[in-house]
């Protein structure tokens, strides 16, 4: 008997540190989404070292992991920022309009998606620089602060 509320009292404390402190999208981010290092260990070591020393820390190349010859094309990677940079555009282009019904709170989950598009991005291959200084330079300029609910602001 004295196990099962030890159990129960885990289960609890596990939910008050995940839903109840609103800890759940950071979790889900925080996943390791290539638990076998495969995208780590494609490269060989030395060109590796030799592709962070060119990008300044960073990781060379581009999303599809490099250039055009590589075998390795990275298709989930350009589908979330076809994606992102899709519904981006859409969702801006209504903002601030008679047609605007809930872009700016669509907008929010955008930011989302960007953040598992960047924590899925293997360490060698550079994030779309153009999609970054979107996201934080055209919604922001348009609506600094979005509220999600009464007291909760969004600010991009």
Same mark, same amino acid.
Not at 75 to 82: A, C, K, S, V
Not at 94 to 118: A, P, Q, S
Not at 143 to 150: G, K, N, R
């Given at each position: 008997? &004295?196990?099962?509320?030890?159990s129960?009292e885990?289960?609890?404390?596990?939910?008050?540190?995940?839903l109840?402190?609103?800890?759940?999208?950071?979790? !889900?981010?925080?996943?390791?989404?290539?638990?076998? !290092?495969?995208?780590?260990s494609?490269?060989?070591e030395g060109?590796?070292q030799?592709?962070t020393?060119?990008?300044?820390?960073?990781?060379?190349?581009?999303?599809d992991?490099?250039?055009? &010859?590589?075998? *390795?094309?990275?298709?989930?990677?350009?589908?979330?920022?076809?994606?992102?940079?899709?519904?981006?555009?859409?969702?801006?282009s209504?903002?601030?309009?008679?047609?605007?019904?809930?872009?700016?709170?669509d907008?929010?989950?955008?930011?989302?998606?960007?953040?598992?598009?960047?924590?899925?991005?293997?360490?060698?291959a550079m994030?779309?620089?153009?999609?970054?200084?979107s996201?934080?330079?055209?919604?922001? !300029?348009m609506?600094?602060?979005?509220?999600?609910? !009464?007291?909760?602001?969004? *600010?991009?």
């Amino acid at each position: 008997m &004295n196990e099962e509320y030890e159990s129960f009292e885990r289960l609890l404390v596990q939910l008050d540190f995940t839903l109840i402190n609103s800890r759940s999208f950071l979790t !889900a981010i925080e996943q390791n989404f290539d638990p076998h !290092a495969y995208y780590s260990s494609y490269y060989s070591e030395g060109e590796q070292q030799q592709r962070t020393h060119r990008s300044g820390g960073r990781g060379g190349g581009s999303v599809d992991g490099g250039s055009n &010859n590589d075998p *390795m094309k990275f298709e989930l990677y350009n589908e979330i920022r076809t994606l992102l940079t899709t519904l981006y555009g859409k969702y801006c282009s209504r903002i601030n309009t008679e047609n605007e019904t809930t872009e700016r709170i669509d907008c929010v989950g955008i930011y989302g998606m960007y953040c598992l598009y960047r924590r899925l991005l293997p360490s060698h291959a550079m994030p779309d620089v153009k999609l970054h200084k979107s996201l934080w330079s055209v919604l922001p !300029a348009m609506c600094p602060i979005i509220t999600l609910t !009464a007291d909760l602001p969004f *600010m991009p």
